[in-house]
Nanobody
């Protein structure tokens, strides 16, 4: 599975951005996909995950109510709509996928990773 993120950039606090992750699977469709971020000096942290078959979603408390993950099955593209951004959301955002298993926020459970896209939020 190859993953390519886009949509990163700069935003003001309180603003919004939408990230996209285009997935191409030569050997089958991932069962679950997730957005993971890593800020400066921090470990990778799972933010949101979605089951590709029936779109069950799970969120970390830090983004619940502000971020929304969705999946366009026709395009095999996952999105992350980010609203009410705060400076603490500044990080590299990665798209991840797994070929078996459900949606989880544990980054180590994902096998496939994109190259990441930077989001910078200024106060």
């Amino acid at each position: 599975v190859q993953l390519v993120e886009s949509g990163g950039g700069s935003a003001q606090a309180g603003g919004s951005r939408r990230l996209s992750c285009a997935a191409s699977a030569e050997t089958g469709r991932p069962t679950a996909m997730a957005w993971v971020r890593q800020g400066p000096g921090n470990r990778r942290a799972g933010l949101a995950a979605i089951v590709t078959s029936f779109h069950y979603t799970v969120y970390d408390d830090s983004v619940k109510g502000r971020f929304t993950v969705s999946l366009d099955n026709a395009k095999t593209t996952m999105y992350l709509q980010m609203n009410d951004l705060v400076p603490e959301d500044t990080a590299m955002y990665f798209c991840a996928a797994r070929g078996g298993g459900g949606a989880t926020l544990v980054a180590d459970n994902y096998t496939y990773w994109g190259q990441g896209t930077q989001v910078t939020v200024s106060a």
